[in-house]
Every structure is written in structure tokens, then in C-alpha cells.
């Protein structure tokens, strides 16, 4: 997120003021439950309405800013951050709801800017868990560069460093290993959710599900590189909400810099799908990369 430093005349500052509040979007009587706490909450952020935000924040929230920046509920109170997007009447807003309408995914998007903002019913109302914000920029000019040698897919396919603990982390984990290469290639679009836009740091990329569950076709050109496992997960933290699974994880790119991912998975009849999924590059992060297993070292 972009901090600004603002020094002006009260004057200045009571026009900017009244400015906001013209344009500002108001909450509908149509719109849900959800979408009227995220508008009340963006509302209290422009206020400085300290009462309304400490309410309606989770217990357990946590935010990734634009800069990927992962900020913890106290660091947020303390540091006074204010969203990426604001409440205003040229933003268009996305709802996913999941787990029978107790998590709601909320998308405000004004034109390069995206805030993505899980809701979750708990049981004093509406709390927002989790929000991740992308100002989309242009292509970076160093492009990851792909190794050259194979890298097997151990982490994330076989193993992460998280244990899941209930019986909806435990399938949600198992089907993004499946998405990811876990039980053969192909396997990754049918995991894809109907309604999926991965929105990256510069990418805003629409995705559909496969029509049936089963492999896709493999590009055939694919089969003559080496093979370079998925971005592994170094770290990982999950929320079970029965029929939806809210994920957070942080991953490097081979060749590339490190990023969070922010998603929801959900249950299709036992069939577990990534539902949403924004990625956030840390653009404090070095560019990783992975040596050749001392095995193929030895070989050449």
C-alpha cells in the first residue's frame, strides 16, 4: 500500500472532505448483510471512526498490502493504514458467498487498484478476516527465468510445512496438491472454481473449471523441457468454516521473486475446488531460484 504524507490547510483539507462524501458509494437495502459491513467499514476508515473499525476487524485479521507487506490486526490499528481502494461511487464490487452464505468474498475494484475482502459470519455479525490489495503495475522487465534442469515437485505435491488439523483443511490440502502435481499433470484446471479471476501483481487473469472432473490435455511442446515443480509453500495458515477452507501462504518462484496467496477453496460434493485467488508479489523479496540435487550434479 502506498503511504502518503498529506500537508495542507484545514480549508484544503474540509474540501477534499466534502468531496469524498458526494462520491462516496452508499450501502444499498438490497445489498447483503456482507457488502453493507465492508461498506460501513470503508466508511469508518475515511472517518478515522476508530470504534466502528476495531469492531467490525476479526480477531484474527490480517492484511497484505500492495508493497506485499503482511500486517497483523495490532500493526494495523497502530500503523492507521487506510485502504487501497476507497468507498467510492466509481468502484465495482464482486460477491462470491461460500459455506451457505458464512464466508463472503468481496471484490472492490477501481480501475488498476483490487482489494479483496473475506467476510466471515461469526457470532456477534460480520468480521473481516482477511484482505489483500493489488495496484496492478506493468510487466516486470527482469523476467523470471526458468531453470534449466529438472526440479521435482516434493513441496508443495508431497509435503508442506503445515499440518492440517480438521477434516475440511485436511481435503482442501489434499486437492490444491492434486491441482498443483501431486498425482500427475493435467490435474490443475479441474481444481479451478467457476468464478475464479486470479489477480496477481500484474495480472488480472479470468480462469475456468474443467467441464467434468478428469486430466486436461498437456501441452505436448511442455513434455520436451525439463520439468520444474509448482511454486513450493514455505508457510501456510488456514481457517475451516466447514464447506469453505480461507488459505494463506507464502511462496517463492523459481527464478522470480516471492509472494503471498490469498484463497478460498470449496467443497462440491466432496470435491474440493480453489474458489478465489489473489497473489501478491513481495517486492522487498530476492529473486529465488534451487540448485540441482547433488544426484544430477554428479551425473553431468
Known sequence: MKRYVFVALVLCGLSV????????????????????????????????????VNKLLDAEFTWIDTDGIMWERPDVLRAGLKPLVPNASDVKTLEHPYAKGTVVWIQNNQGNKYA????????????????NEIATRPADPIPNVRPDYAIPCNNPCKEVPYKPISASEKAALLAWQDQEGANGPGHHDMHIGDNVTVISSTTTTPRKSATAPGPTPVNPAAANRPQVGAAPALWARTWDFGDAVVAIMLQPTYGGKAYWSSR??????????????YHTTIQASPRMTALPLLSEKSSR
Not at 468531496?19 to 475515511?46: E, H, M, N
Open 116 to 131: 479483496a475482502h473475506i467476510w466471515v459470519q461469526r457470532p456477534a455479525g460480520w468480521r473481516l478476516l482477511h484482505a
Open 264 to 277: 478460498i477453496f470449496g467443497n462440491h460434493d466432496g470435491f474440493w475446488k480453489m474458489e478465489e485467488s
Open 17 to 52: 472532505g466534502l468531496l469524498a462524501a458526494q462520491t462516496a458509494k452508499p450501502a444499498a437495502s438490497t445489498d447483503s448483510a456482507a457488502v453493507q459491513a465492508d461498506r460501513a467499514l470503508g466508511v469508518a476508515f475515511a472517518k478515522g471512526d476508530s470504534a466502528t
